[in-house]
């Protein structure tokens, strides 16, 4: 079945770093997204990894996949106010732009203290 | 470049009405999905229009209907409105022949409130 799971929030100290976990249930999932959604946005994407993948670092973002776990994690560096955010994650079994859909986890709400 | 374009922004409706949602997407691209967000959850996948024809559904109901025009743009239909239907709807525009690689582009959503 096709289910993600994120714990809900997760409070941190600027310049500390955050870690955002999510759990998926389909093992065929192919692509895994991470979205940020500010107050009143829409989502904008933040990075990818493919399943063939165990990490993928993007400046302050570092995505670890254990798919023997179906966990995904995404971790900020030197986390800022700006930070501030609800994040979710997404799974796609096919590429969402060649017809796959993305199911989405439940988002986590990121409060980031000065 | 305009991103992801959606109107209105916010609606309100009672109960049975109908209403329609528009989209257009980013230019370049040709397909476009529509996502519904209840309140503190997840997006949900509606379905997605490439040339012109749904080519997936999500679990949504009959209520629930779409079309793409050959601009691209595409609309939300839905009758005989819910209270359960109230939620945050979210337009996403790609390239069919592009990547995952490609970023994915969400448009700020049409908040609609049925009452």
């Known amino acids: 079945g096709e289910d993600v799971e994120q714990s809900l929030f997760l409070s941190v100290r600027e310049g500390d770093s955050s870690v955002i976990n999510c759990t998926y249930t389909?093992?065929?999932?192919?692509?895994l997204y991470w979205y940020k959604q500010e107050p009143g946005a829409g989502l904008q994407l933040l990075t990818y990894?493919?399943?063939?993948?165990d990490m993928k670092q993007d400046q302050r973002l570092t995505v670890l996949l254990n798919k023997k776990d179906k966990h995904l994690s995404l971790r900020i560096a030197d986390t800022q106010t700006g930070d501030s955010a609800i994040y979710f994650c997404?799974?796609?079994?096919?590429?969402?732009?060649?017809?796959?859909?993305?199911?989405f986890g439940q988002g986590t709400e990121l409060s980031v203290k000065p | 470049d305009a991103g992801v374009t959606q109107s209105p922004t916010h609606l309100i409706k009672t109960r049975g009405q109908q209403v329609t949602l528009r989209c257009s997407p980013k230019?370049?691209?040709?397909?476009v999905s529509w996502y519904q967000q209840a309140l503190g959850q997840g997006p949900q996948f509606i379905f997605q229009?490439?040339?012109?024809?749904?080519?997936q559904r999500g679990n949504f109901p009959d209520r629930f209907s779409g079309h793409q025009f050959p601009n691209y743009s595409s609309e939300l239909n839905v009758n005989a409105l819910l209270l359960g239907d109230s939620a945050l709807y979210l337009c996403?525009?790609?390239?069919?022949?592009?990547?995952?690689?490609?970023?994915?582009?969400f448009g700020p959503g049409t908040r609609l409130t049925v009452l």
């Open positions: 230019s370049g691209h040709d397909t």
């Open positions: 389909d093992s065929s999932s192919t692509y």
């Open positions: 229009y490439y040339e012109e024809e749904e080519r």
């Open positions: 997404a799974e796609s079994i096919t590429p969402y732009n060649q017809g796959g859909k993305l199911i």
């Open positions: 996403a525009s790609s390239w069919d022949r592009g990547s995952a690689s490609d970023t994915q582009y």
């Open positions: 990894i493919f399943s063939n993948m």
